[in-house]
């Protein structure tokens, strides 16, 4: 399969200066079996959505609606992106009065136990208008990566972007929660616990993504990074002896003097 969700909702106009207005994608689930794939390439831009709201406008705006309380389980498969709940709305650029509006992707699960994935959210909330942008939040959300699989992208607990451009504005990823177990294959992936920014007209601001949570509950992991928790905590399985290692970052510097380590 190209893509595949659990709920979807669109909307488009290609005419006119109304607004493109997709209704919510809310409370929905998608499970990836053994023997099934989602954009069967190597991370070729196709996905997988707990649940995917998406307003399109040619000539207006566009305002997509919430994203919220979705799950998703892969088990299997060759897959793209995984998403488990999106909210993004995108004008084309062909005025210079078109504003982009998305809505919340709060409260996703997603559940990563074999097969191999490219980019991994929880939620995402994404804006893009030729001249205002404002992205909602992507907070709350659970991803969960088990088993022995292998992410080949990054991993976001929640990611809120914004291009504006004239102005943006993202919103909040906070209070995300990322667990691992197992000995999944993390070794190019960055670990974000949340990520917010809005950009354009030659500037870049940083949203908030305080109280993040990174939980690793298996020794001996290699991944490239990890960005933006407030806490860090390790629950060692009793396997683990003195000199043991448990976890190895190999992605250069990264700085853990605001997050509280346990």
């Known amino acids: 399969y190209d893509h595949a969700y659990g709920g979807y909702s669109y909307a488009r106009i290609s005419s006119g200066t109304g607004t493109a207005t997709s209704g919510n994608a809310n409370g929905n ?14 991370n070729n831009g196709y996905s997988a959505y707990g649940g995917y709201s998406y307003a399109y406008s040619f000539t207006g705006n566009a305002k997509s609606g919430e994203a919220s309380s979705n799950t998703v389980y892969v088990q299997s498969g060759s897959n793209g992106d995984v998403y488990g709940g999106a909210s993004k709305a995108v004008t084309a650029f062909v005025s210079n009065r078109q504003t982009a509006t998305s809505a919340a992707a709060d409260k996703n699960k997603v559940y990563i136990s074999g097969g191999s994935v490219g ?19 992507a907070s ?12 080949s992208g990054n ?9 504006g451009g004239s102005s943006s504005a ?8 990322i667990n691992i177990y197992g000995s999944p294959n993390l070794t190019a992936a960055t670990l974000y616990g949340g ?10 601001t940083v949203g908030s993504s305080s109280g993040n949570t990174l939980n690793i509950y298996t020794s001996k992991l290699s991944v490239n990074n990890i960005l933006n928790f407030a806490n ?6 009793a396997s683990v002896v003195s000199g043991d290692t448990i976890l190895t970052l190999t992605g250069g510097t990264t700085d853990l003097s605001d997050a509280a380590i346990k």
């Open 195 to 204: 990520y917010s920014e809005a950009s354009g007209n030659g500037t870049k």
């Open 140 to 151: 709350n959300n659970t991803v969960t990566i088990s088993g022995s699989s292998t992410i």
């Open 155 to 163: 991993v976001y607990g929640g990611s809120s972007y914004a291009y």
């Open 29 to 42: 689930t998608l499970t990836i079996i053994a023997g099934g794939s989602v954009g069967i390439a190597d």
């Open 170 to 177: 993202s919103g909040d990823a906070s209070n995300n929660v």
């Open 119 to 137: 980019n991994v959210y929880g939620g995402y909330s994404g804006a893009s208008g030729s001249t205002t942008a404002r992205s909602g939040t």
């Open 232 to 237: 860090i905590n390790f629950y060692l399985p």
